[in-house]
C-alpha cells in the first residue's frame, strides 16, 4: 500500500514538473533534478519494503561518541 | 537570479516563526528543571552575539545569500565544501522538523494512520509554499504570527486559574553547569537554527536594517518562550514536564473554564502547523539555493520539490519512534554547532579580514576579487 502511494506521489510530481518547469531548464538542472528524486525515491522504496537502511541519526550519535568529553 | 524581496517585519516575523517551528510543540528544554527560565534569559543573552554576527554578514554582502558569501569569501573549492555542510545542514534540518510533525499527529490525532502518509501532506504544502517564494513566506509568517501570539496568550489567560505557580520554587534548585547545559540545549536549539536565514538573507531588502530585524525577532521569542514554559510548568508541575514529549500540548489540554469551554488543545497544533510549515518552507528554500551554488545551476525554484522528496525520504529513516527522536536531541547541541556557529565564525572573520586588507568597502564591483 505504502509503496502504491509513493510511486503515485513521485510520477504525479514528476509529471507536474516537467510540464511546469523542466521543459524550460537546461540538461544539467534535469540532471540534478532526477538524480535527487532518484535518490529519495530508492530510500522510500527500500524503506517501505521493510529493507533496513542505516539512520544518518545513529552515524552522528556514534561519531559524536567518539569525541572526548561527549557521552 | 533575481529574487523576492520581503519587507522588515515579514523578515523579523519569519524568523519568529522559524524559532518557534518545533519548539512550540517539543517543548523548551527542560534539563534545567524549574530554573528553565534563567536558561532561557541567559540563551537568549548568549544568542545576541551570534545574531549580531549573522546581521553583520548580511550587512557586509547585501542582497546575497549565505552559498554566494561563503563563495566570494573562501573562494571557489573551500566554498564549495562548505556549501555541501550547510546544504546536508537544511535538508537534515528540514527532515528533522517533518519528522517532529509526524511524530506528534501519529502519538496524538491518528494513531493508526503510517507517518508517511502525514508527512507526504505537509511536505507538498511546504513545497508549494517554497515554491511560492520568499513574500509569500513572509505574508505567511504575518498571519501567522498574529495567530500564535494570540493562542500562546490566550491559552495563558485562560490557565491562571488553574496554574501552581508554587511549582516554579525553589529558584536555583538547579545546579549552575545544569542551568548552563540547558542554556546551551536553548541556544542550539532553536535559538542557532536560525542561521538557515542567512541563505535566504538575498530576500531582505537591503535598505533594511539587519540587526534591528534580529533584534525585534528576538524580543518577540524571548517573551513568549518564557510565557509558554511558565505556563507549561505552572500548570503541570515538574514530574510531568520530564515525563511527556510534547508538554505544551498537554498543558493545553487541561485548560478548562466552567463547564462548556475545554479542549482547546487544538490551537496547539494549528501554532505547530503554521510555525513548522515556516520552518520546513525557509529549510527547503535554503537548500534548494544551495544545490544551486553547488552545481552553478540557475532556476532554485525547480530543485525545490527535489529536495523536499530528499527531506521526506530522509525523515523516513532518522528515527525508529519516538523516544529516539527525544536522545537524537540530546546530540543535536554537539551537532549542529559547527553550522551555527563554527563555519559562520569562519566566514565572517575571513569577510573582516579581507575587507579590512583591501581597505575599501566589500560590496563594490571589486567583489570578485575577494
Known amino acids: 500500500m505504502l509503496i502504491g502511494i509513493v510511486l503515485f506521489l513521485f510520477l504525479a510530481v514528476i509529471l507536474y514538473d516537467y510540464n511546469v518547469y523542466l521543459n524550460k531548464v537546461r540538461v544539467q538542472?534535469?540532471?540534478?533534478?532526477?538524480?535527487l528524486m532518484l535518490i529519495s525515491l530508492c530510500i522510500l522504496l527500500l524503506q517501505n519494503a521493510n529493507v533496513s537502511i542505516p539512520s544518518p541519526a545513529?552515524?552522528?550519535i556514534n561519531a559524536l561518541r567518539a569525541l572526548p568529553g561527549i557521552q | 537570479?533575481?529574487?523576492?524581496?520581503?519587507?522588515?517585519?515579514?523578515?523579523?516575523?519569519s524568523i519568529v516563526l522559524f524559532c518557534f517551528g518545533?519548539?512550540?510543540?517539543?517543548?523548551?528544554?527542560?534539563?534545567?528543571?524549574q530554573d528553565g527560565w534563567i536558561s532561557i534569559i541567559l540563551a537568549t543573552i548568549c544568542i545576541i552575539p551570534v545574531f549580531l554576527m549573522h546581521a553583520r554578514i548580511i550587512k557586509l554582502f547585501p542582497e546575497k545569500n549565505y552559498f554566494e558569501i561563503i563563495e566570494t569569501v573562501l573562494g571557489k573549492k573551500i566554498g564549495k565544501i562548505i556549501t555541501a555542510l550547510m546544504l546536508w545542514y537544511s535538508v537534515h534540518l528540514a527532515a528533522l522538523v517533518l519528522c517532529n510533525f509526524g511524530e506528534f499527529i501519529q502519538v496524538f490525532d491518528m494513531p493508526e494512520t503510517p507517518k508517511l502518509s502525514i508527512t507526504i501532506l505537509m511536505i507538498l504544502t511546504t513545497v508549494y509554499l517554497a515554491r511560492s517564494g520568499m513574500r509569500s513566506i513572509g505574508k505567511w509568517s504575518v498571519v501567522g504570527i498574529c495567530f500564535l501570539l494570540f493562542v500562546v496568550l490566550f491559552t495563558f489567560a485562560t490557565s491562571v486559574h488553574q496554574m501552581h505557580f508554587e511549582n516554579l520554587l525553589p529558584v536555583m534548585e538547579a545546579s549552575p553547569s545544569?542551568?548552563?547545559?540547558?542554556?546551551?540545549?536553548?541556544?542550539t536549539f532553536p535559538y542557532g537554527e536560525s542561521v538557515i536565514f542567512l541563505c535566504v538573507a538575498d530576500s531582505f531588502h537591503k535598505k533594511d536594517n539587519p540587526y534591528r530585524v534580529f533584534f525585534l525577532a528576538l524580543a518577540i521569542v524571548l517573551p513568549v518562550f518564557l510565557t509558554v514554559f511558565i505556563r507549561n510548568l505552572a500548570?503541570?508541575?515538574?514530574?510531568?514536564?520530564?515525563?511527556?514529549y510534547f508538554p505544551s500540548y498537554i498543558a493545553v489540554r487541561?485548560?478548562?473554564?466552567?463547564?462548556?469551554?475545554?479542549?482547546?488543545?487544538?490551537?496547539?497544533?494549528?501554532?505547530?502547523?503554521?510555525?513548522?510549515?515556516?520552518?520546513?518552507a525557509i529549510c527547503l528554500l535554503a537548500a534548494s539555493k544551495g544545490i544551486v551554488s553547488l552545481f552553478g545551476l540557475q532556476n532554485n525554484r525547480v530543485f525545490i520539490m527535489p529536495v523536499g522528496m530528499l527531506a521526506l525520504a530522509l525523515s523516513s529513516i532518522l528515527y525508529t519512534s519516538t523516544m529516539e527522536m527525544f536522545i537524537f536531541l540530546d546530540y543535536y547541541m554537539y551537532y549542529a554547532l559547527p553550522f551555527q556557529i563554527i563555519i559562520p565564525l569562519g566566514v565572517w572573520i575571513v569577510a573582516e579580514f579581507k575587507r579590512r586588507k583591501?581597505?575599501?568597502?566589500?560590496?563594490?564591483?571589486?567583489?570578485?576579487?575577494?
Request: proline fraction near 2%.
Open chain 1, 58 to 60: 545513529e552515524a552522528i
Open chain 2, 358 to 370: 583591501k581597505g575599501q568597502m566589500i560590496n563594490t564591483p571589486e567583489d570578485a576579487s575577494l
Open chain 2, 235 to 244: 500548570l503541570l508541575g515538574l514530574p510531568m514536564i520530564n515525563a511527556s
Open chain 2, 22 to 33: 518545533s519548539s512550540v510543540i517539543i517543548g523548551i528544554s527542560s534539563s534545567a528543571n
Open chain 2, 254 to 280: 487541561i485548560i478548562e473554564i466552567g463547564d462548556f469551554f475545554a479542549r482547546i488543545e487544538s490551537s496547539i497544533s494549528s501554532n505547530f502547523i503554521l510555525a513548522g510549515i515556516v520552518k520546513i
Open chain 2, 178 to 187: 545544569q542551568i548552563l547545559k540547558s542554556s546551551f540545549e536553548i541556544f
Open chain 1, 29 to 35: 538542472e534535469k540532471v540534478v533534478y532526477y538524480s
Open chain 2, 1 to 13: 537570479m533575481a529574487t523576492e524581496k520581503i519587507t522588515f517585519h515579514q523578515s523579523a516575523y
